[in-house]
């Protein structure tokens, strides 16, 4: 029998009930979203994208680059690329009809992957132009049941072996994976209902997909296969990871309430950081022992010391921050879901607000060395001029 009863086991039952109280309406929002993907009885998993005059205007979440193509994914599996600098825009063959939320090719090559709802990863080997299914959330779910199954049985071994001057360290610890695999094993009877929210890619090879609820999937040989190193992350409230990035240095995750996760060993071993927010983060910048986060209601918080103290900066916003990059310079531009973006101080303590304003809110955006500014957002995806957004910035 896999589940060992330890001292605590009374315990451990009892959160696993509260916790499937209180899921199912935090599940309903998720369910809610993905139902308005799904057209005509089709599987929005095993229905094709449609192919549509206005994807270029519809909702869109994030933008990358591939080669000196500029690629932009967003809702109904829309994926748009342009050759000309963002003048025009096709729209992709996609084989899926739900909302992607990240893209990422990484080193700019002709490989890149997307993430989205219901638990879906595609990759594309032509730099864009054609995507295919690597997986989806029914796959992910069993993923996570396999590693947190794993990682119990090897702590049911060592409890055999420990002395007992060995066995509470060890008895916690199964308890907490024991809670970790029933709640993994619910989400395989309820269907691909979690969302992939980011991705990162150290090369070609090897990369992560994070999302809610602690969903977090690892490839090692570019997406042929992916497994879970979620037993290895401290997250026993099964927080959303909202974020992840990282460098050479040290990876992060970032999201639901505060949390932080680092590895400074390439995503082997995780440590759970002392927040300085108890808010939820929505993006993370790497740049060597700096570390910026980005959350609710214009907090956010820099690290110079790769994440060890944090000092909050001030935005001058009370709007949710979207997303940041790291300037030549060394200063930062950063979105707030508005038409508006802002611009840090030399020193990243302060932000100020442009003189320029997109057409829509802005969930992502790209600049092209020597060429225009791409955003995307509720408006859809729009190439501005460098001239026409900031001075200061070009």
């Known amino acids: 029998m896999l589940f060992h009863e330890s001292p605590g086991s009374v315990k451990s039952a009892c959160a696993r009930q509260l916790r499937r109280l209180h899921r199912p309406a935090q ?28 994807a270029a205007q519809s909702l869109l979440l994030d933008v990358a680059l591939t080669g000196s193509r500029i690629v932009a994914v967003g809702e109904r599996g829309h994926i748009l690329y342009s050759d000309d600098l963002g003048q025009s825009w096709t729209q992709a063959e996609v084989p899926v009809r739900v909302m992607l939320t990240a893209v990422t ?26 995507w295919s299914k690597q997986l989806d959330g029914n796959q992910a779910h069993q993923l996570m049941v396999d590693a947190f199954t794993t990682a119990a049985e090897a702590r049911i071994e060592a409890l055999e072996l420990a002395a007992e001057s060995e066995r509470e360290p060890l008895e916690m610890e199964l308890e907490s994976l024991e809670f970790m695999l029933d709640d993994s094993a619910s989400f395989v009877e309820e269907g691909p209902v979690r969302p992939f929210v980011d991705l990162w890619f150290k090369n070609p090879s090897e990369g992560f997909a994070v999302g809610t609820f602690g ?13 879970s190193p979620a037993p290895s992350l401290k ?21 639901e309430g505060g949390h932080i996760q680092r590895s400074t060993d390439g995503g082997e071993t995780w440590e759970l950081l002392d927040s300085p927010y108890e808010g939820s983060f929505f993006d993370v ?56 973006l802002l611009i840090s101080n030399p020193d990243s303590t302060a932000f100020k607000r442009l003189p320029w304003s997109s057409t829509g809110a802005i969930s992502s955006f790209l600049i092209l060395q020597q060429g225009p500014m791409i955003t995307v957002g509720t408006n859809g995806v729009t190439a501005h001029s460098a001239q026409s957004f900031s001075v200061e910035v070009n």
């Open 235 to 255: 997250n026993p409230d099964a927080r959303h990871y909202n974020a992840m990035a990282g460098d050479e240095n040290a990876l992060f995750i970032a999201g």
């Open 285 to 340: 910048v790497v740049d060597k022992e700096r570390v910026l986060l980005l959350g609710l209601r214009g907090n956010a918080f820099l690290s110079e010391d790769n994440g060890e103290t944090w000092a909050p900066v001030e935005t001058g916003t009370n709007l949710n921050l979207s997303k940041a990059v790291l300037l030549e310079d060394g200063r930062f531009l950063m979105s707030q879901y508005a038409p508006q």
């Open 27 to 54: 599940v309903a929002v998720f369910a809610l979203l993905l139902s308005v993907q799904a057209q005509a009885f089709e599987d929005p998993l095993h229905a094709p994208a449609i192919q549509v005059p206005v």
């Open 105 to 130: 090719f990484p080193d700019a090559g002709p490989l890149g992957w997307a993430v989205g709802h219901q638990g879906v990863i595609l990759m594309s080997q032509d730099g864009g132009l054609t």
């Open 215 to 227: 969903l977090i999937l690892r490839t090692r040989d570019g997406g042929k296969s992916w497994y």
